[in-house]
Nanobody, 124 residues
Framework: QVHLVESGGGLVQTGASLRLSCAASGLTFNIYTMGWFRQAPGKEREFVTAINWSGDSTIYADSVKGRFTISRDNAKNTVYLQMNSLKAEDTAVYYC?????????????????WGQGTQVTVSS
Protein backbone atom coordinates (compact mmCIF):
# COMPACT_ATOMS: atom_id res chain seq x y z
CA GLN A 1 0.00 0.00 0.00
CA VAL A 2 1.27 3.43 -0.93
CA HIS A 3 1.76 5.95 1.86
CA LEU A 4 2.73 9.59 1.62
CA VAL A 5 3.51 11.35 4.89
CA GLU A 6 4.08 15.09 4.98
CA SER A 7 5.95 16.92 7.71
CA GLY A 8 7.49 20.31 8.38
CA GLY A 9 4.45 22.52 8.59
CA GLY A 10 3.99 25.09 11.30
CA LEU A 11 3.24 28.66 12.30
CA VAL A 12 5.62 31.32 11.01
CA GLN A 13 5.62 35.05 10.41
CA THR A 14 5.47 36.79 7.07
CA GLY A 15 8.79 36.61 5.27
CA ALA A 16 9.94 33.45 7.02
CA SER A 17 10.89 30.13 5.45
CA LEU A 18 9.74 26.56 5.91
CA ARG A 19 10.73 23.28 4.35
CA LEU A 20 8.13 20.60 3.92
CA SER A 21 9.02 16.96 3.43
CA CYS A 22 7.01 14.10 2.02
CA ALA A 23 8.21 10.58 2.73
CA ALA A 24 6.87 7.91 0.41
CA SER A 25 6.60 4.19 0.99
CA GLY A 26 5.03 1.24 -0.77
CA LEU A 27 5.91 2.39 -4.28
CA THR A 28 8.76 2.57 -6.76
CA PHE A 29 9.34 6.21 -5.98
CA ASN A 30 11.81 7.06 -8.70
CA ILE A 31 9.46 6.49 -11.63
CA TYR A 32 6.69 8.90 -10.63
CA THR A 33 6.20 12.62 -10.81
CA MET A 34 5.51 14.07 -7.37
CA GLY A 35 3.61 17.23 -6.60
CA TRP A 36 2.44 19.58 -3.90
CA PHE A 37 -1.03 21.04 -3.66
CA ARG A 38 -2.59 23.26 -1.03
CA GLN A 39 -6.04 24.07 0.26
CA ALA A 40 -6.91 27.20 2.17
CA PRO A 41 -10.06 27.45 4.32
CA GLY A 42 -13.13 27.91 2.15
CA LYS A 43 -11.17 27.45 -1.07
CA GLU A 44 -10.63 24.61 -3.49
CA ARG A 45 -7.43 22.62 -3.54
CA GLU A 46 -4.90 24.25 -5.85
CA PHE A 47 -1.73 23.14 -7.55
CA VAL A 48 1.54 24.46 -6.13
CA THR A 49 4.38 22.64 -7.85
CA ALA A 50 5.52 19.32 -9.29
CA ILE A 51 8.74 17.56 -10.20
CA ASN A 52 9.19 14.76 -12.70
CA TRP A 53 10.63 11.35 -11.92
CA SER A 54 14.26 12.31 -12.51
CA GLY A 55 14.08 15.77 -11.02
CA ASP A 56 15.13 17.56 -14.18
CA SER A 57 11.73 19.06 -14.91
CA THR A 58 9.67 21.19 -12.55
CA ILE A 59 6.59 23.36 -12.81
CA TYR A 60 5.25 26.02 -10.46
CA ALA A 61 2.06 27.95 -9.94
CA ASP A 62 2.54 31.62 -10.74
CA SER A 63 1.71 32.52 -7.14
CA VAL A 64 4.77 30.73 -5.77
CA LYS A 65 7.24 31.06 -8.64
CA GLY A 66 10.54 32.47 -7.43
CA ARG A 67 9.71 31.80 -3.77
CA PHE A 68 9.14 28.04 -3.59
CA THR A 69 11.46 25.27 -4.75
CA ILE A 70 10.59 21.61 -5.16
CA SER A 71 13.24 18.92 -5.05
CA ARG A 72 13.47 15.19 -4.57
CA ASP A 73 15.88 12.62 -3.23
CA ASN A 74 15.10 9.32 -4.91
CA ALA A 75 17.52 7.48 -2.65
CA LYS A 76 15.43 8.58 0.34
CA ASN A 77 12.01 8.30 -1.32
CA THR A 78 11.37 11.88 -0.29
CA VAL A 79 10.19 15.04 -2.00
CA TYR A 80 10.75 18.47 -0.49
CA LEU A 81 9.16 21.88 -0.75
CA GLN A 82 11.36 24.80 0.27
CA MET A 83 9.16 27.82 0.90
CA ASN A 84 10.81 31.23 1.23
CA SER A 85 9.38 34.72 1.66
CA LEU A 86 6.15 33.31 2.98
CA LYS A 87 3.04 35.44 2.76
CA ALA A 88 -0.24 35.32 4.67
CA GLU A 89 -1.93 34.03 1.50
CA ASP A 90 0.29 30.95 1.61
CA THR A 91 -1.63 29.79 4.67
CA ALA A 92 -3.17 26.42 3.83
CA VAL A 93 -2.98 22.70 4.34
CA TYR A 94 -0.25 21.42 2.04
CA TYR A 95 -0.66 18.00 0.43
CA CYS A 96 1.92 15.80 -1.21
CA UNK A 97 0.71 13.75 -4.17
CA UNK A 98 1.94 11.10 -6.55
CA UNK A 99 1.15 11.41 -10.23
CA UNK A 100 -0.01 8.53 -12.38
CA UNK A 101 3.12 8.76 -14.55
CA UNK A 102 6.66 10.10 -14.56
CA UNK A 103 5.79 13.00 -16.86
CA UNK A 104 5.37 16.46 -15.43
CA UNK A 105 1.79 17.17 -14.37
CA UNK A 106 -0.20 19.95 -12.74
CA UNK A 107 -3.84 18.90 -12.73
CA UNK A 108 -5.26 17.24 -9.64
CA UNK A 109 -6.80 14.52 -11.79
CA UNK A 110 -3.32 13.49 -12.93
CA UNK A 111 -2.44 12.51 -9.36
CA UNK A 112 -3.81 9.37 -7.76
CA UNK A 113 -2.29 9.16 -4.29
CA TRP A 114 -2.39 11.84 -1.61
CA GLY A 115 -0.92 12.40 1.81
CA GLN A 116 -2.87 13.54 4.83
CA GLY A 117 -1.59 17.10 4.64
CA THR A 118 0.41 19.41 6.87
CA GLN A 119 -0.77 22.81 8.07
CA VAL A 120 1.19 25.92 7.17
CA THR A 121 0.09 29.13 8.84
CA VAL A 122 1.72 32.46 8.03
CA SER A 123 0.86 35.31 10.36
CA SER A 124 1.11 38.90 9.20
Amino acid sequence: QVHLVESGGGLVQTGASLRLSCAASGLTFNIYTMGWFRQAPGKEREFVTAINWSGDSTIYADSVKGRFTISRDNAKNTVYLQMNSLKAEDTAVYYCARARTGRIASMAGQFDTWGQGTQVTVSS
